[in-house]
């Protein structure tokens, strides 16, 4: 069973497909609640730490596993 | 009387030199000799910091590869509809062209002078803006918020416009369009593009 309250799947997706999505995801969670998000896009790791620096969010987790990246915001 | 330059600030000096040269003449028009005649340096300068010729050009592509345009501004400051967010890429886009036209005269002498590597880091700084068409038009394709059947050719007539756009304002400075922005003008094919593919925001 996951651990995070929402998934997002954005493999294959470029700049800023990712961040546009976890957005409008983190847009229906509730304070506290957290976000796995799965990317293949290098720049994504750059992009979610600036973006979670922008709105207030934390990041949680940011890691590479096997060429694809993995991240856990929580929404402040 | 030139300043002596530190390492780092020689390195930056000729990468600047060489892509101004390199945009204008391409890879082949230009050689180690021009680059160094042009720093007031000799070539055993030039050599001390970049292996070759081909070594020099990849590092002025690789910088430019660098300066990719990043987009969370644009996703965080406006509405996320489609037609707002491409609007904004795509002013984003322009304007780092219109900053620093060498890139686009690069991408044609590479296209020219049929480098395939250095084609490709061209394709991926277009590749945002284009991906990002593909897919939002197959998503609002489902909610038959578009009528335009394939999302890749969608993706490429928005390239051609902007390419077009972009080549005759910055590149060739066509005085044709003098009275026109950039700003204008990418404005004004988001529109028609949107008109084109029959886009009508999803309820």
């Known amino acids: 069973m996951s651990n995070y309250t929402e998934e997002l799947d954005a493999r294959g997706l470029n700049c800023p497909l990712p961040i546009l999505r976890a957005k409008k995801a983190l847009n229906v969670l509730a304070s506290g609640d957290t976000l796995h998000i799965i990317a293949t896009d290098p720049g994504s790791v750059k992009d979610f730490e600036s973006f979670t620096r922008q709105t207030g969010s934390e990041l949680l987790e940011s890691q590479e596993i096997s060429g694809e990246f993995s991240f856990v915001i929580k929404k402040s | ?203």
Not at chain 2, 52 to 61: C, P, T
Not at chain 2, 165 to 191: E, F, M, Q
Request: charged residues 25%; aromatic residues 10%.
């Open chain 2, 1 to 203: 009387m030139s300043k002596r330059l530190n390492a780092i600030e020689r390195r930056a000096s000729i990468i600047a030199v060489a892509k101004i040269l390199f945009a204008d003449k391409g890879f082949h028009g230009v050689s180690v000799d021009e680059i160094a005649r042009r720093l007031g340096v000799s070539p055993a300068v030039l050599y001390q910091h970049f292996e070759s010729k081909q070594a020099l050009y990849e590092a002025v592509i690789f910088e430019m590869a660098d300066q990719r345009e990043t987009y969370i501004e644009v996703v965080l400051n406006g509405p996320d509809d489609f037609a707002s967010v491409l609007l904004r890429m795509s002013l984003v886009f322009a304007d780092s062209v219109e900053r620093d036209p060498d890139f686009l005269r690069m991408e044609m002498q590479s296209a020219l002078e049929n480098e395939a590597t250095t084609q490709q880091l061209f394709i991926n700084r277009w590749k945002d803006l284009t991906d990002y068409i593909e897919f939002s038009i197959r998503e609002l394709k489902q909610y038959q918020a578009v009528n335009i059947t394939d999302a890749r050719l969608g993706g490429l007539i928005f390239k051609g416009m902007m390419r077009e756009i972009l080549y005759s304002k910055c590149v060739i400075h066509d005085p044709h369009y003098r009275a026109y922005s950039v700003k204008t003008l990418v404005g004004n094919i988001n529109s028609r593009f949107l008109n084109a593919i029959g886009y009508v925001e999803p309820g």
